[in-house]
Each structure stands twice: as structure tokens, then as C-alpha cells.
């Protein structure tokens, strides 16, 4: 031990043991609340992914369609003609000191004049594609969002155990030293004064 087995000492080591208690609870609650969160953000993503699948599919089949009617060639040249057209406006937000990204607008046009000779279907399967930018986007920020979080709570995770396993039952073993040379000195003490008394008696 390190420290001088004082009376002041000791106070400070018990100060320090109660603000580290406290830090692991603090901690404790971060962890479980980052948690929380994660495991709700996790189940929109499923559904999300259920909804992004269910879109993708349709507007496939739509390409397919297209790709019957017109040839893939055909398809492809009416394709590269199509100008891009979104805007998305992007911010943060913090969940318990994460911050995270948060889209606040997604804009996509969903105007497709074609070419006089596209099919019907090629023009359903543009509008369908382009129906899945938002969702995409709105996915892949929930995803980010998710590793950010479950980053966040490893690293809480690591605090709370470095807390509990090392740090705490370390200061509990110095102030328990400190205790045990504070009564040693005091037996220490009172038997050099009950021999000094039985001198003085004699």
C-alpha cells in the first residue's frame, strides 16, 4: 500500500470510493439505456429491410418487364439518360452523449417523361427505383446509427467492468489497509499508555 494509513487519507480514499460508485452506477444506466435503444432501433431496421426487400422486388420484376419489352439494351440506353434528382438535408441528434445522424428531408423527383418509345413498364420501373432512394437512405442511417450505438456501448461496457473489477475492489482494498493500520496504531497507543499508567502506579 502506497498511501499513508492517515486519518485525512482515509477520507479521501472513502470520498474517492463513493465518487466511483457513483461513476459505476451513472455508467450502469448509460449501458442499460443505450441498450434499450439499440434493441428498439434494431427491430425498425427489420422492418425496414422487410419493406425495402418487399419494394425491390417489385420494381425488379418491373425492370424485367421492361427488359422483355424492349431488350436490356435499350433499357440501359433510356437509363443513362435519366438526370438525378434528389436533395436530402442531413443533421445530428444525441442519444445519452452518442451523437448520431438524423435525415431531416429526403426530396426525390419522381417525374420520368421517358422517350416516346420507353414502355409502360420501363416508366413504372424508374418511379419504383427511385421510390426506393428514400428508403434506402433512411435505412442506411438507422444502420450507421445502430454501429454507432452498439460502439458506444462497448466502450460504456468496458468502464462499468473496469469499475467494478478493478478499480472499486482496489480502493476498498486500500481503505480496508488503511482501516486495519489506523486500529493497529490505536491497540498500539493504548498499550503503551495502560503500560505507562501501571509505571506511574508502581
Sequence with gaps: MNVKP???????????????????KLLKQKRDALVIEFFRMLKGIKKDREQLAAQLTSAQKALRMAEAMQ??????????????????????????GVELPEIQEIK???????????????????????????????????????KRLGEEIGRTKRKVNALEYIIMPRIEKTKIGIVFKLAERERENFTR??????????
Aim: overall charge positive.
Design 108 to 146: 426525390v423527383s419522381n417525374d420520368w417523361f421517358g422517350y416516346f418509345e420507353s414502355s409502360l413498364e420501363l416508366d413504372s420501373a424508374v418511379v419504383q427505383y427511385r421510390d426506393l432512394v428514400p428508403v434506402l437512405l433512411k435505412l442506411s442511417e438507422k444502420q450507421l446509427a445502430l
Design 71 to 96: 431488350g436490356s439494351h435499350d433499357v440501359e440506353r433510356f437509363v443513362i439518360g435519366i438526370p438525378p434528382t434528389g436533395q436530402i438535408s442531413v443533421t445530428k441528434k444525441s442519444i445519452m
Design 6 to 24: 492517515t486519518r485525512m487519507e482515509l477520507l479521501k480514499i472513502r470520498k474517492k470510493l463513493k465518487l466511483a460508485q457513483k461513476g459505476h
Design 193 to 202: 499508555l495502560k503500560k505507562i499508567k501501571m509505571r506511574r502506579a508502581a
